[in-house]
Nanobody, 115 residues
Framework: QVQLVESGGGLVQPGGSLRLSCAAS????????MGWYRQAPGKQRELVAA???????NYVDSVKGRFTVSRDNAKNTMYLQMNGLKPEDTAVYYC?????????WGQGTQVTVSS
């Protein structure tokens, strides 16, 4: 079993920054992909950014150039640095880990961008 715990969400003004963290624990193998998803009210959950154990990154077009995903394999922790935040980035952000054909989710952290 794998446990994921997100932190770092909150309220920020447009143009501001936040850094999300996701700490993974439990039965974690050496090769796995982690990702950040978000879900806004009334919308489907969407992939925001993902990073493989080798460091390959992918981003949804709407966050390219503003968000950066990274990970510390020694700590089994993933980060999402979010700069230039916009009101449309407001959502619950979920951490995701995929390994051995199984998917695990964190409980989510709220990010609200508002003046």
């Amino acid at each position: 079993q794998v446990q994921l715990v997100e932190s770092g969400g909150g309220l920020v003004q447009p143009g501001g920054s936040l850094r999300l963290s996701c700490a993974a624990s439990g039965s974690i193998f050496s090769i796995y992909t982690m990702g950040w998803y978000r879900q806004a009210p009334g919308k489907q959950r969407e992939l925001v950014a993902a990073i493989t154990s080798g460091g390959t990154q992918n981003y949804v077009d709407s966050v390219k150039g503003r968000f950066t995903v990274s990970r510390d394999n020694a700590k089994n922790t993933m980060y999402l640095q979010m700069n230039g935040l916009k009101p449309e980035d407001t959502a619950v952000y979920y951490c995701n880990l995929y390994q051995k054909l199984r998917t695990y989710w964190g409980q989510g952290t709220q990010v609200t961008v508002s003046s």
